[in-house]
């Protein structure tokens, strides 16, 4: 086999860019209010739709006394990015904005995020401070497999891990075998792409007589969608790598709000920079620290485009206590579900990730699926697709029917509803270059 | 003694057994025997190959689900009853015929049948301490 000696594999050396990890908090609270009051005041002078709902609600930049007076500014929501479309949240004129992202737009028009040079360079920072904080190094050989394009995921990867010098291959999205076997031929230590997207990777490797585990591959960072901590422990034991678990959002900055330490256990959100809330996701009122709900996230330094109380949609829960690994930023817990991802069947609230853990728990593994919703005579038809694998097929027609079985019932336990279950034959479902799509949602009449 | 079957999963839809027919064929691989055991929504097509490994390599690149089971070619005297006397050298013993079907070709006098047992080495003994020939894959090839 061809493959290359990758750099130091030792402990990762400090990272100057990492000290503000390590703040102690009374100083960080500091921090984070100084920056609050003067993007509020940013925005506040810049941005129409932020000054109006302040005035509405009888607020000025001045009332913030603490950093818990933020509870009374609006939030901002996705709908206010599209009824803003293109640039109506921006907070710098053009000639100071270097990038400019947008989202697929899956559903109508896209989100369009905007960058001066000061956050491009803080947006590099914090995606170096992830890196490190995953133990990647210079020497490292990182394969970035994110999109690279309108989406934040590949150039955001790109900067961070050319600023920890790495050596960054741009190899983007798709092109399966040839992500393979490069791979292979340019010794990788480390990939960064969506977690579904790695799997497949891990499948077709397999198919190719390509073992990753052989390969001098030892971290991944994996972001842009939620996935489970069985989903880790598939990718982690048919790797041998280390799987990290990155958050961010384009509306915020990209990857890099927050990312996992060593410790694995909770994001560290990079506090200096975003300013995090849990709110109940009905009331929206802010929920004490340990308990679940949606997240809120304020840009503490984004000059472009300043996010004020962003609703992320995204359920998840501050830890409280510290951290093993000695770093001061709080720590969420990952990402489980977002409230989007809320399927609504029969009039039973049901999350991919339910379905995820039941198929988890017949299978041991996690198969590729794929859900289903139709309408038939008023009703909704919920029908889960399942590709059998080797471990799972059978000679013997008794021992399928009974794997039917067992999956339905499990389904059914922990959804309330009944749901079709169909094993369909290997590599039928599309696989996703990006983000798994998982839900085909055929319940509405097509425009 | 035993053959090596192999099983592939497929969608009980229109088309989905041909595709694993016509790879072989392209490839030169003879099928000797086929059963397909099918419910309402998926299939299993059960084949003895004339070379099972390069078959189930085949296969596997080309996607399919593929397992290898080891079966029985069992000979049966051709005339009224010749089955019945296989089936009943099993009864009182613990083994189990977990499925059959008939290999298409006779050899001479005798039919040929591929049983699919739960044990297939107690059975090996338990066919010939009857008197019934187990076929080797090289037998197959004289028919």
Known sequence: ?447 | MKLHQLSVFSENKPGHVIAPCRLLAREGIDIRALSLADTERFGILRMIVSDWRRAKDLLEQAGSVVKITEVLAVEVPDHPGGLADVLEAFIGTAINIEYMYAFPFVRGEKAVLIFRFDQPDAAIARLQERGFQVLSSGALEER
């Open chain 1, 1 to 447: 086999m061809n493959t290359v000696t990758a750099g130091p594999t030792s402990a990762a050396p400090f990272q100057p860019e990492s000290a503000p990890d390590y703040l102690p908090a009374a100083i960080l609270r500091e921090l984070q209010l100084g920056r609050l009051r003067s993007i509020v005041e940013r925005a506040w002078s810049n941005v129409p739709l932020h000054r109006t709902r302040m005035t509405e609600r009888g607020i000025e930049p001045g009332d913030l006394q603490s950093l818990d007076d933020i509870a009374a500014l609006p939030f901002t929501t996705k709908t206010d990015l599209r009824d803003t479309y293109p640039f109506g949240l921006f907070a710098s004129p053009m000639q100071d904005i270097v990038r400019l992202h947008a989202s697929s737009g899956t559903t109508g028009k896209p989100i369009v995020v905007a960058y001066t040079r000061q956050d491009v360079d803080v947006w590099t920072s914090v995606m170096v401070r992830s890196f490190a904080m995953c133990g990647l190094h210079a020497g490292d050989i990182v394969q970035n497999a994110y999109g690279y394009g309108l989406f934040t995921g590949g150039l955001g990867a790109h900067y961070g891990a050319e600023g920890l010098g790495a050596t960054v291959i741009p190899i983007s999205g798709g092109n399966t075998d040839r992500q393979i076997m490069v791979m292979r031929d340019f010794g990788v230590t480390a990939v960064c792409c969506t977690p579904s997207y790695f799997l497949h990777l891990i499948e077709r490797a397999g198919q190719l007589g390509v073992d990753i585990r052989e390969l001098p591959v030892r971290a991944g960072v994996f972001g842009a969608e939620p996935w489970t901590a069985s989903m880790r422990k598939r990718i982690e034991s048919a790797a041998g790598i280390q799987a990290f678990d990155i958050y961010g959002l384009s509306e915020v900055i990209g990857p890099g709000v927050a990312v996992e330490c060593p410790h694995q256990d909770g994001l560290h959100i990079f506090e200096d920079h975003f300013y995090p809330e849990i709110v109940d996701p009905e009331s929206g009122r802010v929920l004490p620290e340990g308990e679940e709900g949606e997240l809120v996230l304020t840009t503490l330094s984004k000059q472009a485009m300043p996010m004020i109380r962003y609703r992320t949609r995204d359920i998840t829960a501050l830890m409280p206590g510290a951290c093993p690994c000695g770093r001061s930023l709080r720590r969420m817990r990952r990402i489980g579900r977002r409230s989007d991802d809320m399927l609504i069947v029969r009039g039973v609230n049901v999350f991919p990730s339910q379905l995820e853990a039941a198929l988890l728990e017949v299978e041991g593994t996690l198969p590729h699926y794929q859900i289903i919703l139709t309408c038939q005579h008023g009703l909704d038809q919920i029908e889960v697709q399942v590709e059998v694998t080797p471990e799972m097929f059978s000679d013997q027609i008794g021992v399928l029917e009974r794997l039917n079985q067992r999956i339905s019932d499990a389904l059914e336990h922990v959804l309330g509803i009944r749901a079709q279950v169909t094993l369909v034959e290997p590599l039928t479902i599309q696989r996703s270059e990006g983000k798994a799509r998982r839900v085909i949602d055929r319940r509405r009449v097509q425009p």
